[in-house]
């Protein structure tokens, strides 16, 4: 049982934000599909760990198995991170968290230079101790990183569990001075938490971008998680400081506490009269210790303080007596969980089925509109007494819109004071409800399916004009050879007059171009040939225009020369 100061800080708000549900959501295989193709890995890993983070944890939500490969490439990244004094709060967080999930640090065959058995520790955990704490602020919220100036409380959460996460995987102990700086952080931080009309309290983000923007949920569970974490990583006794009105430092008081009781059993002390010891260091009052009975569970402590120096009991006062409610975490055992599908008039069990909410596996029944679903399982405190969490249940016939089908079953436990609570997917059940009545309300739109949405599209076949009525294929050919009879006789008729290839030219360079001028002209023909056969017309354009610019060319060459040498012929 943690009994750190900062856990009596953080889980006074964190009440109004921890409940306990037995949630139904219809997850397709189409679902699976879509995350398989929007988190594909390349040369077996992410490219960072944000993805990595994001991928592992839908896959562990949908129920997809991570393969061994993967992991072990993944957990290679989340060592250098670690290790690496330059890492960003993002970085280590994301790095966390996919540790949290693949569970690096336990596993020997993860890193191939761990030849131990003994967990992952950082080897320079300070200089990241360090590197992180630089990028808090003077009002208790962070940056995300030394290029990033908007500061967040969003950040501040997230900053704080990757503190709490270097000083668990520290192989020395991080300076205490450090450690301090944190708290008066944490301190500044809750300056800014603001209050509901009801009376519950939440953080708030306040930043200019609104890409970085998180609602009021997200940035209170953010803190919330974050110091938890950090509290759970440092041990101290029960701090109490005390200021004037105005803030400045109180005279010599001796503060009392007068009473603490549980708050669901007031008349009942747990300790009474307890005067608290001054450091006047720190200037604080502390309490030693706490009674073997404290359970976890949320408390109230009664303060008297009385100024010591008779002379300065006219200058100060010191008020009535103050309530402080404390809230005492730590780890509730969960056990005999079943889940049973009853009868809805007598009540007998018809199917029960056992949970193991600490491993993987799941289970499956099936039930109608006339039975009832019971979830069941047993919480005990560390003192083995009964623990009942906040819980909500949501979800009748009417919330399913009289929908018959698959419905995966996913329970989340949680309390303020309860620090292993949970998020697991326990299996599915088969509903099998009847038709709607006409006044029933229809099921609100379902959001897009990623996959048809990104995923392939259905091919488009463009209907074309029908071709017009063409003559017969013989009467083409027929015409084709009447086209292709006066170039016979054309060649023909040169046979029998005899060509004259005496102009020809004789020298190596001036035959060149001649040659080459004739292989156009015949590139031409053949151009013609391939356009009617299968080229279109803008390609034929284009290799023409390329022809033609090559064939003046070569042809002014070989004209040139033969103008040149009928001259010398006539001057002879």
């Known amino acids: 049982?943690?009994?750190?100061?900062?856990?009596?800080?953080?889980?006074?708000?964190?009440?109004?934000?921890?409940?306990?549900?037995?949630?139904?959501?219809p997850i397709s295989d189409s679902h699976r599909s879509a995350a398989l193709d929007l988190f594909k890995p390349v040369d077996g890993s992410f490219a960072s760990l944000e993805e990595a983070y994001e991928a592992l944890r839908t896959f562990e939500v949908l129920g997809i198995e991570k393969t061994a490969e993967l992991s072990k490439a993944i957990c290679k990244s989340v060592l250098g991170t670690l290790e690496s004094s330059s890492s960003t709060p993002k970085d280590l967080f994301h790095a966390l968290g996919v540790n949290g999930i693949l569970k690096c640090s336990s596993k020997e065959e993860t890193f191939e230079d761990q030849t131990s058995k003994t967990d992952l520790h950082l080897s320079d955990a300070e200089g990241t101790f360090r590197s992180i704490k630089a990028l808090s602020q003077s009002d208790g919220r962070w940056r995300y990183s030394s290029n990033n100036p908007e500061s967040s409380t969003f950040a501040a959460g997230i900053a704080l569990e990757a503190l709490s996460g270097?000083?668990?995987?520290?192989?020395?102990?991080?300076?205490?001075?450090?450690?301090?700086?944190?708290?008066?952080?944490?301190?500044?931080?809750?300056?800014?938490?603001?209050?509901?009309?009801?009376?519950?309290?939440?953080?708030?983000?306040?930043l200019v971008n609104m890409r970085e923007q998180q609602g009021p949920l997200a940035t209170t569970s953010s803190v919330v998680r974050g110091l938890t974490a950090f509290s759970s990583v440092i041990t101290e006794s029960?701090?109490?400081?005390?200021?004037?009105?105005?803030?400045?430092?109180?005279?010599p008081l001796t503060v009392t506490l007068v009473r603490a009781f549980s708050s669901s059993a007031r008349d009942n002390s747990i300790i009474e009269n307890q005067e608290l010891k001054f450091d006047p260091q720190d200037a604080v009052y502390f309490l030693d210790d706490l009674p073997?009975?404290?359970?976890?569970?949320?408390?109230?402590?009664?303060?008297?303080?009385?100024?010591?120096?008779?002379?300065?009991?006219?200058?100060?006062?010191?008020?009535?007596?103050?309530?402080?409610?404390?809230?005492?975490?730590?780890?509730?055992?969960?056990?005999?969980?079943?889940?049973?599908?009853?009868?809805?008039?007598l009540g007998s069990v018809e199917t029960q089925k056992k949970l193991d909410l600490a491993g993987e596996s799941t289970v499956s029944v099936s039930a109608n509109h006339l039975q009832k679903l019971r979830l069941s399982f047993q919480m005990s405190t560390p003192l083995g007494n009964a623990f009942k969490p906040h819980q909500d249940f949501?979800?009748?016939?009417?919330?399913?819109?009289?929908?018959?089908?698959?419905?995966?079953?996913?329970?989340?436990?949680?309390?303020?004071?309860?620090?292993?609570?949970?998020l697991r997917e326990?299996?599915?059940?088969?509903?099998?409800?009847?038709?709607?009545?006409?006044?029933?309300?229809?099921?609100?739109?379902?959001?897009?399916?990623?996959?048809?949405?990104?995923?392939?599209?259905?091919?488009?076949?463009?209907?074309?004009?029908?071709?017009?009525?063409?003559?017969?294929?013989?009467?083409?050919?027929?015409?084709?050879?009447?086209?292709?009879?006066?170039?016979?006789?054309?060649?023909?008729?040169?046979?029998?007059?005899?060509?004259?290839?005496?102009?020809?030219?004789?020298?190596?360079?001036?035959?060149?171009?001649?040659?080459?001028?004739?292989?156009?002209?015949?590139?031409?023909?053949?151009?013609?040939?391939?356009?009617?056969?299968?080229?279109?017309?803008?390609?034929?354009?284009?290799?023409?225009?390329?022809?033609?610019?090559?064939l003046m060319v070569v042809g002014h060459r070989t004209l040139s020369h033969l103008a040149s040498a009928s001259a010398k012929l006539k001057s002879a």
Request: hydrophobic share 50%; glycine share 6%; net charge negative.
């Open 292 to 345: 073997a009975s404290f359970d976890v569970g949320e408390y109230i402590f009664v303060f008297k303080m009385l100024v010591q120096d008779s002379e300065q009991q006219t200058v100060y006062a010191t008020g009535t007596l103050t309530q402080v409610p404390i809230y005492v975490t730590g780890l509730i055992k969960i056990e005999n969980a079943k889940i049973a599908v009853l009868d809805s008039d």
């Open 1 to 25: 049982m943690a009994r750190s100061p900062l856990r009596f800080l953080v889980l006074i708000l964190a009440i109004s934000i921890c409940h306990a549900a037995g949630i139904f959501h």
């Open 426 to 550: 326990i299996g599915y059940v088969e509903l099998d409800l009847p038709e709607p009545p006409e006044n029933a309300s229809r099921p609100p739109p379902q959001p897009v399916d990623p996959y048809t949405r990104y995923g392939p599209k259905a091919e488009i076949t463009h209907i074309f004009r029908a071709p017009e009525k063409r003559p017969p294929e013989e009467l083409s050919l027929a015409f084709l050879v009447l086209t292709i009879l006066p170039l016979f006789g054309f060649i023909i008729g040169l046979l029998r007059l005899g060509v004259n290839l005496k102009n020809f030219p004789t020298s190596a360079v001036p035959a060149t171009f001649a040659v080459i001028f004739h292989l156009g002209i015949a590139a031409v023909l053949l151009l013609y040939v391939l356009f009617w056969l299968k080229l279109d017309l803008f390609t034929t354009l284009k290799t023409l225009c390329f022809l033609g610019v090559f």
């Open 394 to 422: 949501l979800g009748l016939v009417e919330k399913f819109f009289y929908l018959s089908g698959r419905y995966d079953i996913q329970l989340t436990v949680g309390d303020a004071v309860m620090e292993n609570s949970l």
């Open 166 to 206: 270097v000083v668990s995987l520290a192989s020395s102990e991080i300076d205490q001075f450090m450690i301090g700086a944190v708290k008066n952080d944490i301190v500044k931080l809750f300056d800014s938490i603001e209050k509901y009309d009801d009376g519950t309290f939440y953080f708030d983000e306040k």
């Open 238 to 251: 029960l701090n109490v400081k005390v200021n004037t009105v105005l803030g400045s430092h109180a005279p």
